[in-house]
């Protein structure tokens, strides 16, 4: 079975949905984004225990990227439970180190 990261680029392209709280941060600094639109990721890669996987996704003028425990998969994309399980895992191992 291929790691997740590596699964999720052979996915490419595939949508999101960004969480609200990310959105807010964005628009403190000017970048209008709506969570309820579905965005394109154009890229994924995995930056281990710094971020875990990222998603590179365009905005307007910017290229996003975004770790995937920010983002919401849509229902009908084929690793959504392996991406919710992975999310599970790297937010307990986050608080962990906190």
Do not use: W
Request: hydrophobic share 40%; glycine share 4%.
């Amino acid at each position: 079975m291929l790691n997740l990261a590596k699964a999720l680029k052979s996915s490419l392209p595939f949508k999101v949905k960004i969480y609200q709280s990310v959105c807010d941060q964005f628009k403190d600094k000017g970048i209008e984004i709506d969570p309820e639109y579905a965005h394109e990721v154009k890229d994924v890669f995995d930056s281990k225990d710094i971020t875990g996987i990222v998603c590179l996704i365009p905005v307007e003028e910017e290229l996003l990227a975004l770790p995937v425990t920010y983002l919401t998969f849509m229902d009908s994309f084929p690793l959504k439970v392996r991406v919710e399980h992975y999310k599970r895992k790297r937010i307990k191992k986050v608080g962990a180190l906190q």
